[in-house]
C-alpha cells in the first residue's frame, strides 16, 4: 500500500524527536508566558521571542520547509508518506510549526502560490515566505453565508480596466493577525453568472493595501491564538492590479481543491500526534493517581480506554498514509475519497481520546496547567476546518453509490 519513510527522512525523524527533547517541550511553558505577557500590555499581536530564537536552531538543523511537496529552487520535494510522521511530531504541540516553516496557513499557501502562481508572483511572495521573512492568510470563509458550499461566498471582484476591485467581508481568516502577515489569499466571485463552480476566483491582495480592516480577532473556545489569530476582515474597494488573480478568472474552485487536499491531509497528521501525546499523558496520569485503595490504571474502565485508544490511533494512522500514498502515486484528484475519509476519522479519533485523558486527569484536565484544554479546543475546531463532517460524509457516500450505478 505505501512504503516505509526513505532513509533521508527517517532521518529527519530522529533529528526532529531530538530537537523538540530539547527545544520544544521544555519551552512550552516560556511561549505561554511570553504571549500572555503580551496579552497584558494589550497587544497580544507580537512577535514571540521563542520563535525567532529557535528558527536558526531549526535551520541549521535541516528541518525548515520540510512540507514541500514539489521541488523549488534547489529544496527537494518531499513525498506526503514521508512528510506525515513529521507532521504527526509537530501536532504534539501546536505552536511548533512556526519554528520550521510548516505551519498553517503558511504551507498551504505556499503550495497554492508554488502550483499556480506566475514566476513574477512567486519571485515577491512565494520566495519571502520560503524564507520565513514573511507570514500570509487565508480568506474564503464569510460571516454571512454557510461557508461549508463555497459556491456561497458572496465577496465581489469586480473588473475595473487594469485592476480588480475587491469588496466583501470575511472571517476565521487564520494568519491575518500575525505582524508578519503580508499577503492575503482571497476567494471571491469574478462572474456570479458563470457556470456554479466556475464564478469563483482566488486573487492576491497585500495586507497594507487601502480598504483592507482588519476588524477583529475571533476567540476559539476562548483562545485567541495570538498572535497569529483568526480575524474578521473587510475589503471595501480594495484596488489590485490584474495581475494579481492566480491562474486566471473563474479558476477560484481548481485552486481550492488544489490548495486544500493536502491542507486537509496536514490537519489530520497533526491530530494524530496530539491524540498520541494525549495518551501518554493519559497512561502516566492514571498510574499515578490512587483512587478507591488502588491505582486508576488498575481500574477496568481505564483498560477499555486505553485499549480502543491504541487501536483508534493506529487505525487513523494508517488511513492517513494510505491516504497520503494515493496523493503521490494518483494525484489528488483521485484520492479525495481517501482525503475525505481521513478528514472525517482523524479529529473525531483525536477529540475522543483527547476527551478521555481530560477525564483521566480529573479537575485538572480542564485547567490551564495541563495542554489538554487547550488541545481539545483545537481538534474539536479542526472537525470544521477544511469542511465540516457533514460535507466530507456527504462526498464519501456519493462517490461510494457513484461505484455501483
Known amino acids: 500500500m505505501f512504503a516505509e519513510p526513505s532513509p533521508k527522512s527517517a532521518e529527519l525523524i530522529q533529528r526532529l524527536r531530538a530537537f523538540f527533547d530539547e527545544h520544544i517541550y521544555p519551552n512550552e511553558e516560556r511561549y505561554h508566558r511570553e504571549t500572555d505577557a503580551f496579552r497584558r500590555e494589550g497587544n497580544p499581536r507580537q512577535v514571540v521571542p521563542l520563535i525567532e530564537e529557535l528558527k536558526p536552531k531549526a535551520r541549521a538543523a535541516g528541518l525548515w520547509n520540510m512540507f514541500l511537496p514539489h521541488p523549488y529552487q534547489g529544496a527537494r520535494r518531499r513525498l506526503q508518506p514521508d512528510y506525515a510522521p513529521l507532521c504527526e511530531i509537530m501536532g504534539r504541540v501546536s505552536r511548533s510549526g512556526e519554528v520550521f516553516n510548516c505551519s498553517a496557513p503558511d504551507t498551504g499557501n505556499m503550495e497554492t502560490l508554488e502550483r499556480y502562481a506566475t514566476d513574477a508572483q512567486k519571485q515577491e511572495w512565494l520566495v519571502p515566505l520560503l524564507a520565513g521573512e514573511i507570514r500570509s492568510a487565508f480568506l474564503m470563509t464569510e460571516p454571512a453565508v454557510a461557508s461549508s458550499d463555497a459556491t456561497n461566498i458572496q465577496c465581489s471582484i469586480r473588473r475595473d480596466g487594469d485592476h480588480y476591485v475587491v469588496n466583501g467581508r470575511k472571517w476565521f481568516s487564520s494568519g491575518a493577525g500575525s505582524p508578519r502577515c ?13 457556470p456554479r463552480h466556475a464564478q469563483q476566483s482566488m486573487i492576491l491582495i497585500p ?3 487601502p480598504g483592507v480592516t482588519v476588524l477583529r480577532h475571533l476567540s476559539v473556545f476562548g483562545y485567541d491564538d495570538s498572535p497569529h489569530g483568526h480575524m474578521e476582515v473587510a475589503l471595501e474597494n480594495v484596488r489590485v492590479p ?6 486566471g478568472e473563474g479558476r477560484g474552485f481548481e485552486i481550492a481543491r488544489g490548495r486544500l487536499g493536502p491542507g486537509r491531509i ?32 488498575e481500574q477496568s474502565v481505564w483498560h477499555e480506554r486505553i485499549a480502543e485508544s491504541r487501536c483508534m ?13 494515493k496523493m503521490d502515486t494518483v494525484g489528488n484528484k483521485f484520492a479525495r475519497t481517501e482525503i475525505a475519509m481521513i478528514k472525517v476519522v482523524a479529529p473525531n479519533m483525536s477529540c475522543k481520546v483527547v476527551d478521555w485523558a481530560i477525564q483521566a486527569h480529573g479537575a485538572a484536565g480542564v485547567s490551564q496547567d495541563f495542554w489538554l484544554a487547550e488541545a481539545y479546543a483545537h481538534q474539536r475546531t479542526v472537525r470544521l476546518v477544511d469542511g465540516p463532517d457533514e460535507v466530507h460524509r456527504n462526498a464519501i457516500a456519493k462517490l461510494e453509490l457513484a461505484k455501483h450505478r
Do not use: Y
Not at 490584474?242 to 491562474?247: D, R, T
Open 182 to 194: 503580508k499577503i492575503f489569499i482571497v476567494m471571491g466571485k469574478t462572474d456570479p453568472d458563470a
Open 207 to 209: 495586507r497594507d493595501t
Open 242 to 247: 490584474v495581475e494579481n488573480i492566480l491562474l
Open 266 to 297: 496536514h490537519h489530520c497528521m497533526r491530530s494524530i500526534g496530539a491524540a498520541e501525546r494525549a495518551l501518554e499523558l493519559m497512561c502516566d496520569r492514571l498510574q499515578k493517581r490512587v483512587a478507591f485503595g488502588k491505582p486508576l490504571a
Open 313 to 325: 490511533i493506529d487505525q487513523a494512522r494508517l488511513l492517513t498514509l494510505n491516504a497520503a500514498w
